[in-house]
């Protein structure tokens, strides 16, 4: 939490204020508290003690030293020691004089359980008690009209006094005391609730306390809206120093449930998130999806049906379409060159479109790969480019027989 140490030792304050407070109707002067809680710690350590070891025949002072050497030191201690004796915390096991072992006095023993309940809560326990003590006896039937007439009026000054309590904090007192009151009012609403199963039952059995049942339940909603309030200031101090570590759960859930969009969404203005990510890589994806993937069910198929074997020779009908392909990509060459030896196809391509100038180029140049055609392609390096073109850029290309096989057909059309 942001400023930890300032509020450890707010709570630490808030709680000895509660101390003198619950001690102030039987103190004899106002030191009667001690300033010093480390000497609570140490009580609590020496009830502790008492209590884990199931010493029945009493404990040592050295005993009672060790346990509570993780506090303070051995003077510390026997200054406490002292001081315990003579308020009678401590107490001799007998009466003699020459006793050297010692045992918890147990009206002690349930001021430290007190004193824990008022730290914990802030002393709202004993309301809670209160509360819980008087709907189990109305439900029981036990309780007599004047006890009813008692508890309502002790609930009803409690809420009271409570209310006005934290209305001081939220408008007169700084962030520090409420953030060390925080944690004392998360029973609100369950305190609410009690109040009106109690208001239910005094109406139903007690008719001549409806009065004072209601008086109750309207302090009790005063309380509830006090609490409120409380709880807003801080979620607003808490969105001014971006420091939401000043809420405990409860709280969230409160503001969750009667905060409005717009004071939720007020929180969080001036924050900057960063973009969604993907928290998982496609690798890993792909391997999920390659590790569940149902397996694929065999397929089942029909046996094929035998073709009939073909007539003739497949050797002499693949030699006979293979004599047709060469002489198709003969013929579409010789147009291209005529009666000359060579001819430059690149102006040509560059005025067709480009699917006819591609069957072209193939033509040219798978026929060089031919032994049987007497042609070769002639490659320039010249690049023509032209955006208004058909085809927009060509390489030089061009197509010449050889000499040989120019002879050899030229020769064979004369003696035809």
Same mark, same amino acid.
């Given at each position: 939490?942001?400023?930890?140490?300032?509020?450890?030792?707010?709570?630490? &304050?808030?709680?000895?204020?509660?101390?003198?407070?619950?001690?102030?109707?039987?103190?004899?002067?106002?030191? !009667?508290?001690?300033?010093?809680?480390?000497?609570?710690?140490?009580?609590?350590? =020496? %009830?502790?003690?008492?209590?884990?070891?199931?010493?029945?025949?009493?404990?040592?002072?050295?005993?009672?030293?060790?346990?509570?050497?993780?506090?303070?030191?051995?003077?510390?201690?026997? *200054?406490?020691?002292?001081?315990?004796?003579?308020?009678?915390?401590?107490?001799?096991?007998?009466?003699?004089?020459?006793?050297?072992?010692?045992?918890?006095?147990?009206?002690?023993?349930? !001021?430290?359980?007190?004193?824990?309940?008022?730290?914990?809560?802030?002393? /709202?326990?004993?309301?809670?008690?209160?509360?819980?003590?008087?709907?189990?006896?109305?439900?029981?039937?036990?309780?007599?009209?004047?006890?009813?007439?008692?508890?309502?009026?002790?609930?009803? $000054?409690?809420?009271?006094?409570?209310?006005?309590?934290?209305?001081?904090?939220?408008?007169?007192?700084?962030?520090? &005391?409420?953030?060390?009151?925080? $944690? %004392?009012?998360?029973?609100?609403?369950?305190?609410?609730?009690?109040?009106?199963?109690?208001?239910?039952?005094?109406?139903?059995?007690?008719?001549?306390?409806?009065?004072?049942?209601? *008086?109750?339940?309207?302090?009790?909603?005063?309380?509830?809206?006090?609490?409120?309030?409380?709880?807003?200031?801080?979620?607003?101090?808490?969105?001014?120093? *971006?420091?939401?570590?000043? /809420?405990?759960?409860?709280?969230?859930?409160?503001?969750?449930?009667?905060?409005? +969009?717009?004071?939720?969404?007020?929180?969080?203005?001036?924050?900057?998130?960063?973009? #969604?990510?993907?928290?998982?890589?496609?690798?890993? =994806? /792909?391997?999920?999806?390659?590790?569940?993937?149902?397996?694929?069910?065999?397929?089942?198929?029909?046996?094929?049906?035998?073709?009939?074997?073909?007539?003739?020779? +497949?050797?002499?009908?693949?030699?006979?379409?293979? $004599?047709?392909?060469?002489?198709?990509?003969?013929?579409?060459?010789?147009?291209?060159?005529?009666?000359?030896?060579?001819?430059?196809?690149?102006?040509?391509?560059?005025?067709? +479109?480009?699917?006819?100038?591609?069957?072209?180029?193939?033509?040219?140049?798978?026929?060089?790969?031919? #032994?049987?055609? #007497?042609?070769? #392609?002639?490659?320039?390096?010249?690049?023509?480019?032209?955006?208004?073109?058909?085809?927009?850029?060509?390489?030089?290309?061009?197509?010449?027989?050889?000499?040989?096989?120019?002879?050899?057909?030229?020769?064979?059309? $004369?003696?035809?």
């Amino acid at each position: 939490m942001r400023f930890e140490h300032d509020d450890v030792i707010a709570v630490r &304050e808030a709680f000895h204020r509660r101390l003198k407070a619950f001690a102030a109707p039987v103190a004899g002067d106002r030191g !009667a508290v001690t300033e010093d809680l480390d000497q609570l710690e140490v009580a609590r350590a =020496i %009830h502790a003690a008492f209590g884990d070891h199931e010493a029945y025949g009493g404990l040592t002072r050295a005993e009672l030293a060790q346990a509570c050497a993780h506090i303070c030191g051995r003077s510390q201690f026997d *200054r406490y020691f002292e001081l315990f004796c003579k308020m009678d915390l401590i107490e001799p096991f007998t009466q003699r004089d020459y006793e050297w072992r010692y045992v918890l006095n147990p009206a002690s023993s349930a !001021a430290l359980l007190v004193f824990r309940r008022l730290e914990a809560s802030g002393g /709202l326990q004993e309301l809670v008690t209160l509360l819980d003590a008087t709907y189990r006896e109305l439900e029981r039937g036990s309780a007599t009209s004047r006890e009813v007439a008692e508890a309502l009026v002790q609930a009803r $000054r409690e809420f009271t006094i409570r209310s006005g309590h934290l209305r001081r904090l939220v408008r007169h007192r700084p962030l520090e &005391e409420l953030i060390a009151e925080q $944690r %004392h009012h998360g029973d609100a609403k369950r305190l609410f609730t009690q109040a009106e199963r109690i208001v239910e039952r005094v109406n139903r059995d007690f008719g001549e306390h409806r009065r004072a049942a209601e *008086r109750m339940a309207e302090a009790a909603l005063q309380y509830v809206n006090a609490v409120q309030e409380y709880m807003a200031r801080l979620l607003d101090q808490a969105a001014q120093r *971006r420091d939401f570590t000043l /809420l405990d759960a409860e709280a969230y859930l409160t503001a969750a449930i009667t905060g409005s +969009p717009e004071a939720l969404a007020a929180v969080f203005e001036g924050i900057v998130f960063d973009p #969604p990510r993907l928290h998982l890589s496609p690798h890993e =994806i /792909l391997r999920t999806i390659e590790t569940h993937q149902p397996r694929p069910r065999p397929r089942q198929r029909r046996p094929r049906r035998e073709d009939p074997l073909p007539e003739g020779d +497949p050797v002499e009908e693949a030699a006979e379409r293979l $004599r047709d392909y060469q002489a198709s990509r003969r013929a579409a060459i010789e147009a291209h060159i005529g009666p000359a030896d060579a001819v430059d196809l690149t102006d040509r391509l560059r005025g067709t +479109p480009w699917r006819q100038a591609a069957r072209v180029i193939a033509d040219v140049l798978v026929s060089a790969t031919d #032994p049987d055609l #007497p042609f070769e #392609p002639v490659l320039g390096d010249r690049l023509h480019v032209a955006a208004d073109a058909p085809t927009t850029y060509v390489s030089e290309l061009g197509v010449r027989t050889t000499e040989s096989d120019r002879a050899t057909t030229t020769q064979g059309d $004369r003696d035809g």
